[in-house]
């Protein structure tokens, strides 16, 4: 059974600190892929980035960078100098190879003051 | 054009009405997909269409019944819905990778629908 755990439910931030959001995986695929989506006050799910489990190079995009590691099955994400335009849901979420399903974790709920 | 649009964008309805989702891509995606989402959830699958054919539909009950014209259009018709069925309804798509397997989804803003 494959399984997205966030166990960060909510976080709260000052405007320019660092914020690591993590998200622990399970599956018994050894092809799959994950993502990360924001969802902004308004409701739409923004995709963010696509990992395939192949690839463990992290990334760097901006502000915001991504961890993957498999021997942990995570892949976190760090917003670098946070700004109040952050502030959203982010949901981890996986699909096996093969399939259309995709698991969303519960979501972490970032909130970032100025 | 890169986005995919929901209308309406809010519905009340009645118990007893009849009324229909519209979804719309127009990115040459192969897959759409219904998700619902209560306040404070992750988005729950619904039902999912991989060339106009429906491909997955996670036990919904029949009250929810999708529809895929074509390949830009994707319809969820809602009939005799509960209160418990009000959420916000969105709309994804995506496109193939290889042969079975799919990219990131690209998700509409969503209907935020309310039973009454």
């Known amino acids: 059974a494959q399984k997205v755990t966030q166990a960060q439910t909510e976080i709260s931030v000052v405007e320019k600190e660092d914020v690591t959001l993590d998200c622990v995986y399970e599956?018994?695929?050894?092809?799959?892929?994950l993502f990360w989506y924001k969802q902004p006050p308004s409701g739409e799910l923004v995709f963010l980035i696509r990992?395939?489990?192949?690839?463990?190079q992290n990334e760097i995009s901006g502000r915001y960078s991504w961890n993957f590691q498999k021997s942990t099955s995570s892949f976190n994400f760090t917003i670098t100098a946070s700004q109040v335009v952050d502030s959203a849901v982010y949901f981890c979420?996986?699909?096996?190879?093969?399939?259309?399903?995709?698991?969303f974790g519960a979501g972490t709920r970032l909130f970032v003051k100025a | 054009d890169t986005e995919v649009t929901q209308t309406p964008k809010h519905l009340v309805m009645g118990m007893t009405n009849k009324k229909s989702l519209k979804c719309e891509q127009h990115?040459?995606?192969?897959?759409m997909y219904w998700y619902k989402q209560k306040a404070k959830k992750p988005p729950e699958l619904m039902f999912v269409?991989?060339?106009?054919?429906?491909?997955i539909n996670e036990s919904v009950p029949s009250r929810f019944s999708p529809e895929c014209p074509n390949s830009s259009l994707l319809n969820l018709h809602l009939h005799a819905l509960q209160p418990e069925d009000s959420a916000l309804y969105l709309c994804?798509?995506?496109?193939?990778?290889?042969?079975?397997?799919?990219?990131?989804?690209?998700f509409g803003p969503g209907t935020r629908l309310t039973v009454l």
């Open positions: 994804a798509s995506s496109h193939p990778i290889s042969g079975s397997t799919y990219n990131e989804q690209f």
């Open positions: 599956t018994r695929d050894t092809t799959y892929y």
């Open positions: 990992r395939n489990s192949f690839d463990e």
């Open positions: 979420a996986l699909s096996g190879d093969g399939g259309f399903k995709t698991i």
């Open positions: 990115m040459g995606h192969r897959a």
């Open positions: 269409y991989s060339y106009e054919k429906l491909s």
